[in-house]
């Protein structure tokens, strides 16, 4: 039985990958600052990993064969601009520091889509839809900056460690209870963001159920060994959170992205995980068209 350190274990999508990866057989030790950690880890530990030294302690005390980081400020502009960039760069590095220098095996690091940059205020332009890993990335505040740099200081290890090691960036993240109605991390329903396209439409309308994310999870740590070092992986759903076609509707919400809007036949997302699905074999499974309750859609 492998045993995975899984940091940010009680948040939004680290919940959802504690009890999917205690499911598949993994003993799960819990990291978080925070209560929630769900109780199908087999020890729950809080600690603060923006200080090298208790990274250290944590890995050392546990010893894990593999480590997902997911522990962050998870949303832009919910803390101070120098919070979030350091908290966020300070996690990345602790964490692949310590599980390089103790033998770590595998190490997954949590990015985010809005390295690409959608929602700045100068405005934005695709180079191309769908998106995907090869497009270029233009950060514009400390969030999507911080997790580009998260992924760098993966990649900076990579380059040299034993150690196996990717970065995913999961879209909006959807936790099971936000289908029942519950508020998202932007402070909405999910009905609220397909009823009002202007809420969903600046992140392109992106997401991904927790669960998705967390199978896509379990499957990376499976592949690592078979993969080049430092792959970067997009995981989304396979529609985009929109009533209407992304064609017709993405144009309305966001002006600069029609002349390639067209691409995106039927439901299609603005993200691609082609990616996710070519190298591991990884689709999403759910949609809001499935999970969304009944009365709601």
């Known amino acids: 039985m492998s045993r995975t350190l899984v940091t940010g274990s009680a948040g939004r999508l680290g919940r959802s990958v504690v009890s999917a990866l205690a499911a598949a057989g993994h003993e799960v030790i819990g990291v978080d600052r925070a209560q929630g950690t769900p109780a199908d880890a087999a020890a729950e530990l809080p600690a603060d990993l923006t200080d090298l030294g208790e990274a250290y302690e944590v890995i050392a005390r546990f010893r894990p064969d593999a480590v997902v980081h997911l522990a962050a400020i998870a949303t832009p502009f919910s803390r ?20 390089v220098a103790l033998g770590v095996g595998k190490v997954i690091v949590a990015s985010s889509p809005t390295v690409i940059g959608y929602g700045s205020p100068n405005g934005w332009a695709p180079d191309y839809l769908p998106i995907d890993e090869a497009h270029p990335a233009r950060p514009w505040n400390a969030y999507s900056l911080s997790k580009l740099v998260a992924e760098e200081t993966m990649r900076s290890f990579a380059r040299t460690a034993a150690t196996r090691m990717a970065a995913v960036r999961p879209c909006f993240v959807i936790a099971p209870e936000e289908w029942e109605g519950a508020p998202t991390q932007s402070g909405h329903t999910v009905t609220e963001r397909l009823d009002r396209p202007d809420i969903a439409g600046v992140s392109l309308f992106n997401y991904i159920d927790a669960r998705d994310a967390a199978d896509l999870v379990i499957t990376l740590l499976d592949r690592l060994p078979d993969l080049p070092n430092g792959e970067v992986f997009f995981a989304g759903a396979a529609d985009a959170l929109a009533r209407e076609p992304l064609a017709e509707l993405l144009p309305k919400v966001i002006p600069s992205t029609a002349e390639f809007a067209s691409a995106l036949t039927g439901c299609a997302p603005a993200f691609s995980s082609a990616k996710a699905e070519r190298l591991l074999g990884w689709q999403a499974k759910r949609s809001w068209r499935t999970e969304l309750s009944q009365g709601s859609i």
């Open 80 to 99: 101070s601009d120098v919070v979030t960039f350091r908290t966020n760069t300070q996690l990345a590095f602790n964490v692949c520091d310590a599980a």
